[in-house]
């Protein structure tokens, strides 16, 4: 098989829009300068998220077709659950509409106040659900630059909390993977076995947050020589072999385009959850879920773990890197799968973090070619300083180009490459913005802001 190819071809096809500079600019002004607030219809390539974007494959689309709506004990969640427990190991299987879904009701059957959870990094959902039932959440990401594996946790530190004076206190390790915060970066087999070990010792829940399981099995596979002669299958299977039990967005993983689940080796505390479900999803059988939905995931759930697939998809981030770099773009290496990600403040030293150097780069490459990527900076996650001064830097100002998994072919992301050339070429006269509207919490997705010009 030639390195890097889509390896699949395309049956069902959807036009894409192709707004002028014109209507450009005046998508951007209606949405407050917020593409987060930009229509669909005025994007031409978008590589927002990677979350629930995926296209789905034949045979998912003629799975729908037999999924099962009885309200209890439909076949598709029969289907759904044997392709979890053969994948997982894990013999309690819940659905769920989405990951967030999972998270409120483990974590809150786990966490209460004065709990913690400690983790390589919680994803924002997963904290927030922690939070929410007053316990924290404490993250100890390992040093990045050290390995080929910057998304394990630090085993020095994590040994550390768990025989410190507030380890009684710790009800769960949970494990990204990959591990968003840092790119995206896959976590080891042997960082997974390490932690187990020290939970054993010390009696403490091992839990994963498996919603890119296979790309972060895929990635072992490629960075870790002892494993590579094993199939994806076989790493997510030693990896999860390893847990107590996961949780996932499957709108990730999933390939499919809403889902998640919990899947648990502990029948008791999935009697608890389901008690939960019952309450605030559905029925345990599905879980806030159609029932062909469960029929795509189910199907999903095999794909994603084949070599092919998972190889164009690691090549297809590399190469999306080198083009971005060749562009001008200060890009992040090693790239994972699921994104590439862009450090604006390198390309952007003009603009200080208060006046938002990643939107300032995330909103050129709309204006300049109706791109539309993530900012993953200050706006999202700065802070407003509580003495009304400046806002308090994220740490990092990144943009992330992310990758919906089956949808664009390499000739749409070299359209991407050459926007990204452009709008590095006038790096120097690009504007900072500045917030003119925002609320409390989670300013990013409904913020207005206005260019410093
Ligand atoms: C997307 C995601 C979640 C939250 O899932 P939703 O389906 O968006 O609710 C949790 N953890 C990770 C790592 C994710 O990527």
Redo the contacts with the bound molecule.
Sequence with gaps: MPAFMEPFRIKSVEPIPFPTAGQRRTALVDAGHNLFRVPSRAITIDLLTD?GTNAMSAAQWAALVSGDESYAGATSFEHFQTVVRDLTGFDEVIPVH????A?RILLGELLGPGHFSISNTH?D??RAAIESKGASAVDLPVDQTSSAFGGDIDPGRLSEWLSGTQAHRVRCVVL?ITN?ASGGQPVSLANVGVVRELCDRHQVMLLL?A??FAENAYLISERDPGQSGRSPREIAQAVFSLADGCWA?L??DGIANIG?MIALRDPDLARRCRQQLIAFEGFPTYGGLAGRDLEALAQGLLEVTDPAYLRYRASTARWFGEQLADAGLPVLQPTGCHAVYVDAAELLPHIRPEQLPATALANELYLSGAVRVSDLGTLAFGRVDPHGGVDIAAPRELVRFALPRRVYTKSHLEYVSEVAAGVAAKAAQIPGYRIVEQESALRHFTAALMPLV
């Design positions: 979350s989405q990951g967030r879904a998270e994803f959902t997963t990204t968003n947050d919603s890119r967005s709108k990730k998640g």
